[in-house]
């Protein structure tokens, strides 16, 4: 079956940096698209990061750009979202999502929760 693990999220404090990994399985994964989702309670859920197929095009979310960094391995059915210099409005549950566009078939994982605190 299709899953997608969310890993990588934790408590760190504002400046710091995390990765995180989205591991993917049960379809084609390097014809999927990635993105990142970020939502917090009563919010709805941001794109804070996309990624092609091929890896060919990025798109980041104004809030992002300079310190997020989105990156993919099809051999390892991976997709990173590196964050850095990461600021107290970051604080999220952070999701990926796979979409292949022809047919609009998306998945989403299960989220993984970053707090940025001092």
């Known amino acids: 079956q299709v899953q997608l693990v969310e890993s990588g999220g934790g408590l760190v404090q504002p400046g710091g940096s995390l990765r995180l990994s989205c591991a993917a399985s049960g379809f084609t994964f390097s014809n999927y698209a990635m993105n990142w989702y970020r939502q917090v309670p009563g919010k709805e859920r941001e794109l804070v990061a996309s990624i092609s197929s091929a890896g060919s095009s990025i798109n980041y979310a104004n809030s992002v750009k300079g310190r997020f960094a989105i990156s993919r391995d099809n051999a390892r059915n991976t997709v990173y979202l590196q964050m850095n210099s990461l600021k107290l409005e970051d604080t999220a549950v952070y999701y990926c999502?796979?979409?292949?566009?022809?047919?609009?078939?998306?998945?989403w994982g299960q989220g993984t929760q970053v707090t940025v605190s001092s």
């Open positions: 999502m796979a979409i292949f566009r022809a047919t609009m078939t998306k998945y």
